[in-house]
């Protein structure tokens, strides 16, 4: 259930802190104006902690997030960062814009990287990994921090949908370098547009801190006009409206994802016998952020079916089966940088898998109506 669902009174209050008195928008300086008030510094702070992450940066978008993330990597063009079939276009957009090359590889049951075929896939030019806990289900990290920590590989794991999610008791995110976060309208907490990048070295924070904002190195020494730098850099500053946002959302992150297990394990209880039916794989090191709820049926064939009969009764289906060209690294021949890696032919094992999955989406407003007709759709469609 994305937090837009619960915005409220608290998100009000904490906007109206820049609005009537701090009056400033922008995340640093202005101390003259501010009265003391910095909300993204303070949601950075917070997020930290929550997740027990070192360092934070707030930013713009989840797209952002990963972009900030590979330029605290210092890469060289044409260094390989390696990431998985099924992700947002953005995972492979942040890696072109980076001027790497995009190396997309095939899932496994956990429709996430495949270990195996990671083993298989990295070269002398690979230098990042990209793993995505793709619809709030963790990878699995133990066997790909294995891999790459023996490969001196950088893990970034993206964890736009994940958010609150754990695996081996470590909130995803933290357990590769650098993890991302998105905070889009759709994701577990909202900041309307927004991201966040979390890091283990102080130094790879410090250099995406200043690539995200010009090459600023924000030097106290000295005023904005004549600041220190030493790197080129963009802009992806998150601002104090997104920051006020972003922390009362924080505060209900908790509540967020305990709701959307519990409706995800009523879902899940509630249509587990039906025939023909399995559910996605992971094992139980993973605390699921629950994000969707992925069925894999025994047919392309059926799970359109699926999505025909659960949108008779009013339910969408997330992403899978109808937005699955936007997701599936396959389908993306728009992307030029791709087209002539003839990646459909490679991925064929990811979009048999891909093609058979219905993503039912998980809000905590579904009442035992709405579960019983999510039972009696797949019901239906599947006889
Ligand atoms: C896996 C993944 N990564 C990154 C993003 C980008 O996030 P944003 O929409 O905040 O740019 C998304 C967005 O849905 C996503 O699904």
Redesign the pocket.
């Known amino acids: 259930m994305p937090g837009y669902e619960l915005i409220n009174k608290e998100e009000y209050l904490e906007c109206k802190d820049v609005l009537k008195k701090s009056k400033t928008f922008f995340r640093m300086g202005f101390g003259h104006l501010r009265k003391g008030i910095y909300k993204v510094e303070l949601f950075e702070k917070k997020f930290s902690e929550h997740i027990n992450s070192k360092y934070a940066l707030g930013v713009t ?4 997030a ?1 972009r900030v993330a590979i330029a605290s990597l210092n890469l060289k063009p044409g260094d390989e960062i390696i990431t998985q079939a099924f ?2 276009v ?2 492979v957009e942040a890696i072109i814009e980076a001027k790497c090359k995009p190396v997309c590889i095939n899932i496994d049951d956990t429709l996430n990287l495949d270990p195996n075929e990671l083993k298989k896939k990295i070269t002398r030019n690979t230098k990042a990994v990209i793993v ?1 806990h ?1 619809l709030g289900v963790p990878a699995k990290m133990d066997e790909i921090v294995k891999i790459c920590k023996n490969k001196k590989i950088k893990i970034i794991e ?1 964890t ?2 994940g958010c609150g999610g754990k695996y081996n008791k470590k909130f995803l995110g933290t357990i590769g370098d650098i993890g ?1 976060f ?3 309208h ?2 577990a907490i909202t900041t309307g ?3 966040m990048v979390v890091f283990k070295s102080k130094r790879m924070f410090l250099a995406a801190k200043a690539w995200h904002d010009h090459g600023h190195e924000n030097n106290p020494k000295f005023p904005r006009w004549e600041d220190t730098r030493k790197s080129s850099g963009f802009n992806f500053r998150m601002n104090e409206l997104q920051g006020a946002i972003g922390l009362a959302q924080l505060r209900k992150l908790d509540y967020i994802i305990k709701s959307q297990r519990k409706v995800y394990s009523s879902i899940w209880n509630s249509i587990k016998k039906i025939k023909g039916i399995k559910l996605r794989e992971y094992s139980n090191k993973c605390y699921i952020s629950a994000d969707a709820l992925i069925i894999i049926v025994k047919s392309k064939k059926l799970s359109l079916k699926c999505r025909e009969l659960l949108l008779k009764y009013n339910i969408s289906t997330k992403i899978l089966p109808e937005a699955y060209t936007w997701h599936f690294a396959g389908k993306w021949s728009h992307i030029q940088e791709l087209r002539k890696l003839k990646l459909s032919k490679n991925l064929k094992k990811s979009e048999k898998k891909l093609s058979r999955a219905v993503s039912i989406p998980i809000s905590i407003r579904f009442t035992k109506k709405k579960i019983l007709d999510i039972k009696k759709a797949i019901q239906k469609a599947l006889n």
Not at 61 to 64: K, P, V
């Open positions: 978008s989840g797209t952002a990963l992700t947002f953005a995972t995505v793709m993206d736009a949908w991302t998105s905070f889009d759709a994701k547009e927004g991201g």
